[in-house]
């Protein structure tokens, strides 16, 4: 079983992800438009869409180790986003909380 984090890098003008294994070595990657989205529901049923997309590289048996997520306004303790400036949707977001439920 190949163990592989995804990366997510959450942009006011677009959200850049990428599949990567133990080495480093990027097996997929894939962004679209961050502000396209005013809705946090929206936007993580989009970002999870892409994230299955990835993990349907040629490779098999992929086992996710982990997901790292840079986003402005971040809160590493909470996991969430707040009132990030740049982003359409507002507010205190519980980000990490939100993505777990689609990635336990």
């Known amino acids: 079983m190949k163990q592989v984090a995804i990366g997510i890098d959450i942009g006011g003008t677009n959200t850049v ?6 080495n480093g070595n990027v097996l997929a990657k894939d962004y679209f438009s961050t502000a396209k989205y005013d809705d946090i529901t929206e936007y993580t049923n989009k970002l999870s869409g892409n994230i299955n997309n990835l993990l349907q590289t040629d490779e098999v048996n992929l086992h996710i180790i982990g997901i790292g997520i840079g986003a402005p306004n971040a809160n590493y303790y909470s996991g969430t986003i707040e009132h990030a400036p740049n982003l359409s949707f ?10 777990k439920e689609k990635f336990p």
């Open 17 to 22: 992800l990428g599949l990567v294994d133990q």
């Open 90 to 99: 507002k507010g205190v977001i519980p980000f990490v909380s939100l993505l």
